[in-house]
């Protein structure tokens, strides 16, 4: 055996129970048996762990990060090792450019021969023809669009990504049909010519970002929907006609449906806290920043440059409407969607830190309305159940892979203590406190050199 872990309490995240002094027996990167002290005299360990008073849960999933900045490869590379030594074991690529080198990343973990969360990518994203973003798989019509499908499945990604900066609402349907058709989980932006049911009718299966789930907060969605398609709507008179409207019990209804039809939600709410109040939090001291390269900190800067134009009047707007998005947390909970906890950490997105940003994020759907144990759920439960792998993570429980957390305070508790990390386990391979210390200054080092 490779490793047994000896008197840890076990967090069942999906219950949100505690089991004491559990057994927990690993080899060759899974859990081969969990149970009371008497099981270790059965198997022999090259490595015994006392985990008396720490509790083992699975590892964290950040189900919605970024891998991207195609003249500082070098830097997303240092991003692997700093997630796992933030307890990150999973991360969901949500497309950038860089995807060659992200599928390369991925393999080679997959095979052993890298260390780094496990990498679920998206590969290229689909996009209309002229993209504003970099490295999309641009696409003008169905046949365009069959082929672009087709070279995602070359690349084996793990799933599809759509966004709409120029793809046309009725190609942007016709592709979540078609990648669903070809059995990829669909995950995406909502064009402004669409509504919501469309898009989940069609079978996306979740919208990226809470703010497009306030557009269901109207009797007018529809209205609003055709009138921006047609041009005759502009946006902010879209924004005041929808907020002038908003109804809850319609909200609670839309929600239902949207849960009903497969379509869950990743809020995303660190980033959007992190734009709506730059002007009131100063990030200069966080020690995260020893551990980013200069060019990902750089790419900051283009948001906080625009910003800064912002008048007094844009400033509180941005704020209320915050507020107002991340509100919808207790409505999207209770109409029963799926909440997947994703950062959208990475390049670009200010201040949205790798590794540490999915502690901070399911504090902040602790803040409006999930409970300690939901928050948990949303990243380690319903991370796999995106991808239909709940067979293989989401519990410490035999069978399963063993990427694993051990922390020296309960996490159902306060969500805070998933930063009290202690070890890591990824693909059974442990990571003491002290291997991750070194893991970190290394990759320190290597950005002071930079
Ligand atoms: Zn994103």
Redesign the pocket.
């Known amino acids: 055996m490779d490793l047994i872990i000896l008197n840890a309490t076990i967090v069942a995240v999906k219950s949100g129970s505690l089991v004491e002094n559990q057994t927990v027996i690993i080899s060759e990167g899974r859990i081969l048996a969990v149970g009371d002290e008497s099981i270790k005299e059965v198997y022999e360990a090259n490595q015994l762990v006392d985990a008396e008073g720490k509790f083992l849960m699975p590892g964290l999933w950040d189900n919605?990060?970024?891998f991207g900045g195609a003249e500082y490869v070098d830097e997303n590379e240092k991003l692997l090792p700093l997630y796992l030594a933030f307890g990150v074991t999973s991360v969901r690529d949500?497309?950038g450019d860089i995807s060659l080198d992200v599928l390369k990343w991925r393999n080679e973990i997959n095979e052993g021969k890298r260390i780094g969360p496990k990498i679920f990518t998206s590969g290229p994203k689909l996009e209309g023809i002229g993209s504003i973003w970099p490295g999309d798989l641009e696409i003008g019509n169905t046949e365009e669009l069959k082929l672009a499908l087709d070279s995602l499945d070359k690349l084996k990604v793990d799933f599809v990504k759509i966004t709409d900066n120029a793809l046309a609402p009725d190609l942007f349907l016709e592709a979540v049909k078609q990648a669903k058709s070809r059995g990829y989980s669909v995950s995406g932006h909502i064009p402004v010519g669409l509504t919501l049911d469309q898009v989940s009718k069609a079978g996306q299966k979740t919208v990226?970002?809470l703010g497009y789930l306030l557009r269901m907060t109207s009797p007018k969605e529809s209205e609003i929907s055709e009138g921006r398609r047609s041009g005759t709507l502009s946006a902010a008179e879209a924004a005041i006609l929808q907020l002038e409207t908003r109804n809850d019990s319609l909200t609670l209804a839309n929600f239902k449906q949207l849960a009903a039809q497969g379509t869950g939600i990743v809020p995303?709410l660190l980033?959007s806290y992190n734009i709506a109040y730059l002007d009131e939090n100063n990030f200069d001291q966080d020690s995260i920043l020893n551990y980013l390269g200069p060019k990902l900190k750089a790419s900051y800067q283009w948001r906080i440059d625009r910003m800064a134009q912002d008048t007094p009047e844009d400033k509180q707007n941005r704020k209320d409407n915050f507020e107002r998005t991340a509100n919808l947390i207790p409505l999207v909970k209770e109409a029963g969607m799926k909440i997947y906890a994703?950062t959208?950490a990475?390049y670009l997105?200010t201040y949205d830190y790798p590794g540490l940003g999915i502690h901070l994020e399911l504090q902040k759907l602790v803040t409006y309305g999930l409970s300690h144990q939901e928050a948990l759920e949303a990243s380690v439960v319903n991370g796999p159940e995106y991808f239909e792998l709940e067979a293989d993570f989401g519990s410490v429980e035999k069978g399963k892979i063993a990427n694993l957390i051990l922390l020296n305070a309960n996490p159902l508790e306060n969500i805070k203590h998933t930063l009290t990390i202690d070890a890591v386990i990824k693909d059974g391979r442990y990571f003491s406190r002290e291997d991750l210390d070194s893991m970190l200054l290394e990759i320190k080092n290597w950005v002071s050199k930079q």
């Open positions: 919605h990060v970024h949500a497309a990226e970002h995303t980033i994703g959208d990475g997105n």
